[in-house]
């Protein structure tokens, strides 16, 4: 399905929504109503990623693993909106084993790699 410009605003509203509650759960059904819809423009997907994703990753540590699991929705970001959300993962994680998580996910979305030859520690991949 594609949206006009007006039909992007309007599904950024429809998922904004129910996220305006700020708990995890009404964050859920925002991620959820943001996959079906899948709006596409860049000032759609900047506002959601401002008003839905990085709240939620700044909410708690199951807001990081609510995050992590619709990482999808993010994945195609680049330049300073990834750089935004790999950030907030990273600071906001509660330990060892979630920030192992988190590297694992912007690994496989290949926004870190290996330092020269992959060894060594994990590094920002370039846009």
Known sequence: MRFTEADQRAAAAL????????????????LMLWHQLSPSGEPTRKQLVDEIYLPL?????????????????VSALRGQQRQR???????????????????ARLKDAGWLKRSLFGLGPLIDSDD
Request: glycine share 12%.
């Open 15 to 30: 998922i904004i929504g129910p996220a305006a509650q700020a708990g995890e759960e009404q964050r859920s059904v925002a």
């Open 85 to 103: 959300v790999t950030d907030a993962l990273r600071e906001h994680a509660s330990g060892e084993a979630q920030q192992r998580r988190i590297d």
């Open 57 to 73: 990753v700044r909410s708690s540590p199951g807001g990081v693993d609510l995050a992590l699991e619709h990482f999808g929705l």
